[in-house]
């Protein structure tokens, strides 16, 4: 097994409205071709957005066109198989998106969501000698309620079609892997049929790489789409027998820069903070210009108005030779003081701390409270995975058992009525 999985390659995007960073994307879509050409890889998974949006301008097209027919005038044999992202879907009044013009040429092959044998949504898939692969589209809202079908679908498909090492792609963002919550994110315990029966899930959506239990797979972006992923780990996968291995390609150095702004009191010492800052910056070589950040964060002492950005600008084109420049002013403000200690967790991470503070502020369960927030957060995410109320009921009923017979809580009913309508409340 030789195989390579990415995503998220985002063509055509023309970043701060720069002709080069639109070419970035393309470079970085025909590192990935290179790489598997040089490797002899097999095949080739893009798990959604090979485009940045729907209608996509001729010279974006052509970017593709190019890579795709160097792909298969070097290596004939080497196939893509790709799935539509969000990005990639056709507008309804169009038919067709762009993936499936790629298709109808041969450059790659689109998995398509079809009925057929029997079933309604994996009809179309591939087969090899040793390894089969699935794919479902970007379906937004309705992918956890799909994971079920999707997962008894493939079973019933490879049931009669003997012992192979079975891939699904799918587009869609896991719970708990971004700082700040997104709608339509997966809860890991809705992707459980899956388990049962695919072996790789390749997934896209995300610009950063994640990876859980050694089967769930999210490469990132190759090249930044947004400044907010910076210092994120993202490239591509190469997987062979002995497991999956992310390859991270040179790609456009990025500087970010933090300053803090609130012992600063004019703008002449503002100027000279940061030309201190850039002072100890290693240079930059001339044909690789850096995209560039400084963010300035604090109590402002004087007025914004009074600070020359133009001035700012022309101090990190001196010292950094920038492709591009921004200059932000973040200030700080006591009601939200808190905000600062959460920057950086995950929001299960996040969850658990609001949840443990809560729980101790309450001295009947504060003895207990690792096992009552644990609880709290299960069944949370059962709840979000649409698990019968029943089931969800026993968690809580084995929960408060528990901790019973340590005899840190009363043994009688009208407690335990009381407990699980608190931890519900919670939990709403």
Not at 11 to 26: K, N, P, S, T, V
Request: hydrophobic letters at 35%.
């Amino acid at each position: 097994m030789n195989f390579i999985h990415a995503s998220d390659f985002h063509l055509g995007y023309e970043q701060y409205g720069l002709i080069e960073r639109f070419r970035d994307y393309a470079r970085a879509f025909q590192s990935v071709i290179k790489y598997a050409v040089d490797h002899r890889a097999e095949f080739i998974l893009i798990s959604g957005d090979l485009f940045h949006k729907r209608n996509i301008n001729a010279p974006t097209y052509l970017q593709a066109y190019k890579v795709l027919m160097e792909l298969k005038e070097r290596s004939p044999s080497t196939q893509v198989y790709a799935i539509e992202g969000n990005h990639d879907l056709a507008y309804h009044q169009d038919g067709n998106s762009w993936l499936e013009i790629l298709n109808s040429q041969g450059l790659l092959r689109l998995i398509r969501l079809k009925e057929a044998d029997g079933v309604k949504l994996m009809g179309d898939h591939v087969e090899l000698d040793n390894v089969r692969i699935f794919g479902v589209k970007y379906i937004g809202s309705n992918t956890a309620s799909s994971i079920r079908q999707i997962a008894d679908e493939i079973k019933k498909r490879t049931a009669d079609a003997g012992d192979k090492f079975t891939i699904l792609m799918m587009h869609f963002g896991m719970e708990g892997q971004v700082r700040q919550a997104e709608a339509g994110e997966i809860p890991y315990s809705s992707l459980m049929p899956l388990k049962e029966v695919v072996d790789y899930l390749a997934l896209g959506h995300y610009h950063m790489q994640y990876e859980i239990d050694n089967w769930i797979f999210n490469p990132g972006s190759i090249e930044m789409i947004s400044m907010n992923e910076y210092g994120l780990p993202k490239g591509f996968y190469h997987v062979r027998n002995t497991g999956a291995k992310l390859i991270t390609p040179v790609t456009r150095s990025v500087k970010r820069f933090k300053l803090d702004i609130s012992g600063i009191k004019t703008p002449d010492e503002l100027y000279s903070s940061i030309g201190n800052l850039l002072e100890h910056q290693p240079s930059t070589l001339s044909d690789n210009k850096p995209l560039v950040e400084l963010l300035m964060y604090g109590e402002l002492n004087f007025p914004k108005s009074d600070i020359n950005i133009d001035l700012i600008k022309k101090m990190l084109e001196e010292e950094l030779k920038p492709l591009s420049s921004e200059v932000k002013i973040q200030k700080n403000n006591s009601k939200y003081e808190g905000v600062a200690e959460v920057i950086g967790l995950s929001r299960e991470q996040i969850e658990l701390r609001v949840f443990s503070e809560r729980v101790k502020l309450n001295t009947r369960y504060r003895d207990n409270a690792d096992a009552v927030v644990n609880t709290m957060i299960e069944v949370k995410k059962k709840a979000a995975a649409g698990i019968e109320e029943g089931e969800i009921r026993t968690d809580l009923r084995w929960c408060f058992e528990k901790i019973r017979s340590s005899g840190t809580i009363e043994k009688d009913r009208k407690n335990e009525a009381r407990q699980q309508t608190l931890l519900s409340r919670m939990v709403d």
